[in-house]
C-alpha cells in the first residue's frame, strides 16, 4: 500500500453566505394550513391505531390528526403533549419511518404513510406560536426532587412532577439544557433554535429549576442528592465515545463525531468550522449519518461514510441513508478501518479492510484492501455509558440498570434516557423514560 | 365509436350534456364558450317578464361545502333569475343559435303566474328560433318569495296550469323543471304530464343553509351579518335526485315522460347513473362552476368509451335500463341471504370495519386471530348489512357473497331455499296477503 501523497486541504468558509442557509434550511419544511388539512384526511383512524401502538409514548395518533382535520390544532397539540411534553423536538427528530410511520396502513395501501412528524409538528408548533400552555401546577407537596442532566428524559421528568405539585432542581454540566437536542443531531432538523424554545415553553409551568456546570462525580456525588432531596433523577446520557483503537487514533484532525457536532450546533457562524476537502466516517448510525451529511453541506468535497456491515444492517434507517445519499454522500458498506494513514506527521487517508459475514453469521475481513485518502477522519462508531463514581447502582449491558418503572438499583433513584440499558437512543425514548420516571417517583413520595 | 347524438323530445345535440340554467348560461359570451368547449346544448339562464331588470345581492351569492381536500362537495346559491334586460338576452339567444344551429338551446322561463304573462313572453322566445323552453318552477330562494319558482313548483295544479297554457301558446316542445323541496315529487311530475308537457328536468336546487360561521354566529354566505337559505347542489345531491328521477321514471301515471336528469352530475358515470334510472339526457351546473367548461371533454369521452365497452351504440339503449331493478323494499327477495367476506390479502389491518361492527352494528367482525391484528367475519352474527363494505378504505377487500341455495345461514341456521318471499306473505306480518 503506497503512501497517498497530497498536502492536508482544511479550510474555512468553503462556501457563500447563501449556501449556508440553503444546505441549513428545514430538512422536512412544515406543512401549510391547506396541506396539514389534506395530509390529516388521508388518515383513516384506524381502530387500535398501529401508529399510537409504535410510539413510545403511546401518542394518540389517529386521534390527535382527527383533530387536525377538523382545523383544531390547539386540541391536537395538546393529545400529543399530554403523552410527550417534547412533543415539538420528536415530530422533527423522530425517526418515524421505523416508529409510527412504518406501521401507518396506507403503507400496504399506497406506499406512503400518513406523514405523522409533520402533522404532529404542525400541531405542537401551532401551540407554541400561541403561547397555550395546557398543563398547570397542583398544590405544592413539598417535595423535592434532584435531576441530574438536562437533555430530553430530565426535561420530561421534570414536567412530569411538576404539574404534580413537585419541586424540582435540574443539575446540568454544559452551559445550556437540552442534551442532544442542543449539542447533537443535525442542525436542519432543529432550525430556529427550537431546542431552547422548546425548554422556555417547558419550563414555564414553573418550579424547575436548572443550575447549570454542575457535574455529577465531580461538582456533587449522589450521596448528595440522595441526602438534600426526597428523590433523584439521573438522566446523565452517554458521555464517552468508542474507539477504533488504531494507531494513530489521537492524531489531530480525527476527530469524535459528536465532538464536532456539538461544535457546529452552538457555532454562529457555520463559515468558520474547518471543513476537508476529502472528509472519511466511520460508523453507522444516526451520528454518522448527521456527520457525513453535515460536512458534505459544510462544503467538502468527497465525503465516504463506510459502515462495517451491511446495507441492511445500519442502525441509519433507510430514509436516512437515502438522505445522505443524495446530499452527495457516499456510502460504502461492508469495510471496517485497519490503519490510519500518515504523512510527514499529518493523517492523509485510512486503508480498509472489506468485510463478510461468513457462514456462522460473524464479520470477518475478506483480505482485500482499499485505501480513502482522507484530510478529516470522523470517528461515530458509537458512545458508551461511562458510570459516575460513588454511584453504586448496578450496570446492565454496560449501562445503569432499571426497571419498568424507570427505578435503578439504588431505593429513591431513579434513571432515563441514553444512560439506561435497553434504551433506544431515542429523544422519544427518552420523554417516554422521564415520564414514567415521574410517575413512579409520584407514587413512591405521595403514596 | 359509440354515437353520442342525442333527441330529446326532437331537439337534437351533438351529445347528451347539456348546461342547465344557472349563472354559467347567462349570456352569450358564457355560452359561445361552453359550445367552444363542446357542450351539447344549454338551458338559458331563466328569463323573467319585460320590465326593469330585477336586482341580485351584492354580498355573496355562493356557498360551499368542502371535503378535507378542498374539494367542493356541495354548493349552493342565492343567486336570482337573470338580471339582464329581456331584450337583450333574447337578440343574444337568436344570434348564438343562429351562429351555433347544431347545438340545442333551451330558454328557462319564470314569469308570473297569470296566463297573459305567460302567453306574452312564449312569443317573444319563439321567435329566436330556440329549440325549446324549460319552465323554472323550482327556484327555491328569493323568486319563491314573489309567487314564482318553487311558489308554483310546489302546487301540482298551477304546474298543471302554466305547463297547459304554455303548450297551448307555443309550439315550442315544453319542458317542466321540478323542484326537490316537496314531498311527493311524483305529484309534481303527474301535473306537468297533465298539463300536456313534453318532458320533465329534475331536480332544481334543494332548500339549503351551508354552515355557521363560529366567530360572528352569522351562517355562510351572509350579507351584513344576515343570511338566507340557498338552492343546495354538486355532488352531494346527486343520490337525492338519482332517486326522484327513478320515483317518476318507474310511477305508472308518468311512465314514459321524458326525464332531463339534474343534479350532481360532475362525471360520465354520473351521468350514465341517470340515464340508466330514466333521464334520456342531463344537465350540468356545478361541475362546471367548480372546474370550468372543460369537464365535459370527459364527460364525452367517458360516456363514450364506456358504451365501447358494453357494445352500446346509442345513449337510448342506457336509457331506464336500471328502472326495472328499483322496486319497493316490500318486494325484497328475503331469502337472499349475503355474508360479508374479506380478503386478507388486500386487508390493510385499519380495523374500521371491526370498531363500526362492534359499536354500531352486529358484532360480527373480530379483530384478532392467534394474538395477533386480524380482522375476520364472524358468519353466525353477520346480517350482511353492507356497513363494513361501506367504511373499508380499501375498495373490494370487503365484498358481500350470497349464499347458495343449500348453504346453512350460520347465523339462523336455516338452509338457505332458493324461492322467492316478500314482506308481503310474511308470517310476522299481520297486514299480510292471505
Same mark, same amino acid.
Given at each position: 500500500m503506497g503512501q497517498i501523497q497530497t498536502?492536508?486541504?482544511?479550510?474555512?468558509?468553503?462556501l457563500n453566505a447563501d449556501e449556508y442557509i440553503k444546505n441549513f434550511s428545514d430538512m422536512h419544511p412544515p406543512l401549510g394550513a391547506t396541506a396539514a388539512l389534506v395530509e390529516a384526511d388521508r388518515c383513516y383512524f384506524c381502530y387500535d391505531a398501529p401508529c399510537t401502538t409504535s410510539c413510545p409514548t403511546g401518542i394518540d395518533v389517529a386521534g390527535f390528526i382527527r383533530m387536525i382535520s377538523t382545523e383544531n390544532n390547539i386540541g391536537a397539540a395538546r393529545l400529543i403533549l399530554e403523552e410527550n411534553i417534547l412533543g415539538g423536538s420528536c415530530a422533527r427528530v423522530c425517526p418515524t419511518e421505523t416508529l409510527c410511520e412504518q406501521a401507518c396502513v396506507r403503507n400496504d395501501q399506497d406506499q406512503r404513510p400518513v406523514s405523522i412528524g409533520l402533522l404532529q409538528r404542525h400541531a405542537v408548533d401551532a401551540a407554541m406560536a400561541a403561547d397555550k400552555q395546557f398543563f398547570g401546577r397542583a398544590a405544592d407537596t413539598g417535595k423535592r426532587i434532584a435531576i441530574v442532566g438536562a437533555g430530553p428524559a430530565s426535561l420530561s421528568c421534570a414536567h412530569g412532577l411538576a404539574r404534580k405539585g413537585h419541586s424540582v432542581t435540574i443539575l446540568e454540566a454544559c452551559e445550556k439544557s437540552g442534551g442532544l437536542n442542543e449539542y447533537g443531531l443535525a442542525a436542519y432538523k432543529m432550525l430556529d433554535d427550537f431546542a431552547s424554545r422548546e425548554i422556555e415553553y417547558?419550563?414555564?409551568?414553573?418550579?424547575?429549576d436548572i443550575r447549570y456546570g454542575q457535574r455529577l462525580g465531580v461538582d456533587f456525588d449522589l450521596v448528595n442528592l440522595q441526602n438534600d432531596y426526597d428523590a433523584v433523577f439521573l438522566g446523565i446520557g452517554l458521555s464517552a465515545v468508542n474507539n477504533l483503537g488504531l494507531e494513530n487514533e489521537g492524531a489531530k484532525n480525527v476527530i469524535n463525531a459528536v465532538d464536532y457536532i456539538a461544535q457546529l450546533r452552538q457555532s454562529n457562524s457555520l463559515a468558520d468550522l474547518p471543513v476537508g476537502k476529502r472528509v472519511v466516517v466511520i460508523g453507522g448510525g444516526m451520528t454518522a449519518i448527521d456527520m457525513a451529511t453535515q460536512i458534505r453541506l459544510l462544503g467538502a468535497e468527497e465525503v465516504t461514510l463506510v459502515y462495517r456491515r451491511e446495507k441492511e444492517a445500519m442502525n441509519a434507517s433507510e430514509d436516512e441513508q437515502k438522505f445522505t445519499q443524495v446530499k452527495g454522500v457516499t456510502i460504502r458498506y461492508n469495510a471496517k478501518p485497519h490503519r490510519i494513514q500518515t504523512n510527514e506527521g499529518q493523517i492523509c487517508g485510512v486503508e480498509f479492510e472489506s468485510t463478510k459475514n461468513n457462514e456462522g453469521g460473524r464479520l470477518e475481513g475478506t483480505g482485500a484492501y482499499f485505501d480513502l485518502p482522507a484530510d478529516m477522519i470522523f470517528k461515530a462508531i458509537g458512545q458508551v455509558f461511562e458510570a459516575p463514581s460513588n454511584c453504586g447502582f448496578e450496570l446492565d449491558k454496560g449501562r445503569i440498570q432499571v426497571d419498568a418503572e424507570r427505578k435503578t438499583s439504588v431505593a429513591g433513584v431513579w434513571a432515563g434516557g441514553d444512560a439506561v440499558s435497553d434504551g433506544e437512543d431515542l429523544t422519544v425514548a427518552a420523554a417516554q423514560d422521564g415520564k414514567l420516571a415521574a410517575g413512579s417517583i409520584h407514587r413512591y413520595l405521595c403514596n | 365509436m359509440a354515437d353520442l347524438t342525442s333527441n330529446f323530445v326532437g331537439i337534437?345535440?351533438?351529445?347528451?350534456?347539456?348546461?342547465?340554467?344557472?349563472?354559467?348560461?347567462?349570456?352569450?359570451?358564457?355560452v359561445v364558450r361552453a359550445f367552444e368547449a363542446?357542450?351539447?346544448?344549454?338551458?338559458?339562464?331563466?328569463?323573467?317578464?319585460?320590465?326593469?331588470?330585477?336586482?341580485?345581492?351584492?354580498?355573496?351569492?355562493?356557498?360551499?361545502?368542502?371535503?378535507?381536500?378542498r374539494r367542493v362537495m356541495g354548493f349552493n346559491n342565492i343567486e336570482l333569475i337573470t338580471d339582464r334586460p329581456l331584450d337583450l338576452n333574447i337578440r343574444e339567444i337568436t344570434q348564438v343559435k343562429k351562429d351555433w344551429p347544431d347545438r340545442a338551446m333551451i330558454v328557462s322561463l319564470m314569469v308570473p303566474c297569470n296566463e297573459a304573462a305567460w302567453k306574452d313572453i312564449l312569443h317573444k322566445i319563439e321567435d329566436t328560433g330556440a329549440d325549446g323552453i324549460e319552465l323554472n318552477f323550482g327556484c327555491p330562494h328569493g323568486m319563491s318569495e314573489r309567487g314564482m319558482g318553487a311558489a308554483v313548483g310546489q302546487v301540482p295544479e298551477y304546474v298543471e296550469m302554466v305547463t297547459r297554457w304554455c303548450k297551448q301558446y307555443s309550439e315550442m316542445p315544453?319542458?317542466? $323543471?321540478?323542484?326537490?323541496?316537496?314531498? !311527493?315529487? /311524483?305529484?309534481?311530475?303527474?301535473?306537468a304530464h297533465k298539463g300536456g308537457a313534453d318532458a320533465v328536468s329534475m331536480i332544481n336546487t334543494i332548500n339549503s343553509i351551508i354552515s355557521v360561521d363560529l366567530d360572528t354566529f352569522s351562517i355562510n354566505p351572509s350579507t351584513g351579518g344576515k343570511g338566507t337559505h340557498g338552492g343546495y347542489c354538486g355532488p352531494a345531491v346527486k343520490p337525492i335526485a338519482l332517486n326522484m328521477v327513478a320515483e317518476v321514471a318507474r310511477d305508472e301515471q308518468t311512465q314514459g315522460l321524458p326525464i332531463s336528469g339534474i343534479g350532481g352530475i360532475s362525471t360520465w358515470r354520473d351521468a350514465v347513473d341517470f340515464i340508466a334510472l330514466g333521464a334520456g339526457n342531463v344537465q350540468v351546473c356545478t361541475a362546471a362552476m367548480t372546474y370550468g367548461f372543460k369537464v365535459v371533454d370527459d364527460m364525452i369521452a367517458g360516456l363514450s368509451d364506456f358504451m365501447d365497452s358494453k357494445g352500446i351504440q346509442?345513449?337510448?339503449?342506457?336509457?331506464? $335500463?336500471?328502472?326495472?331493478?328499483?322496486? !319497493?323494499? /316490500?318486494?325484497?327477495?328475503?331469502?337472499?341471504?349475503?355474508?360479508?367476506?374479506?380478503d386478507q390479502d388486500s386487508c390493510i389491518q385499519c380495523g374500521r370495519c371491526h370498531v363500526v361492527c362492534e359499536d354500531t352494528s352486529h358484532q360480527a367482525i373480530s379483530q384478532m386471530k392467534g394474538g395477533q391484528r386480524h380482522f375476520e367475519v364472524l358468519d353466525e352474527e353477520c346480517v350482511g348489512c353492507n356497513l363494513c363494505v361501506s367504511v373499508c378504505p380499501v375498495e373490494n377487500c370487503i365484498t358481500l357473497r350470497e349464499l347458495s341455495v343449500g348453504e346453512v345461514d350460520a347465523r339462523t341456521g336455516k338452509t338457505v331455499s332458493g324461492e322467492y318471499a316478500n314482506w308481503t306473505t310474511h308470517e310476522n306480518n299481520t297486514m299480510r296477503a292471505s
Open positions: 498536502a492536508v486541504d482544511i479550510q474555512t468558509a468553503r417547558i419550563l414555564a409551568i414553573g418550579n424547575i | 337534437q345535440s351533438p351529445n347528451p350534456f347539456w348546461l342547465a340554467s344557472a349563472p354559467p348560461t347567462d349570456k352569450a359570451y358564457n363542446g357542450w351539447g346544448g344549454v338551458v338559458w339562464k331563466t328569463l323573467g317578464e319585460e320590465g326593469p331588470p330585477l336586482v341580485n345581492v351584492n354580498g355573496p351569492r355562493y356557498g360551499a361545502w368542502h371535503s378535507g381536500d315544453v319542458i317542466v $323543471k321540478l323542484t326537490p323541496n316537496i314531498a !311527493d315529487i /311524483r305529484q309534481s311530475a303527474r301535473a346509442s345513449v337510448d339503449e342506457i336509457v331506464g $335500463k336500471a328502472v326495472k331493478q328499483v322496486t !319497493d323494499w /316490500r318486494y325484497l327477495d328475503l331469502n337472499t341471504i349475503v355474508k360479508a367476506e374479506i
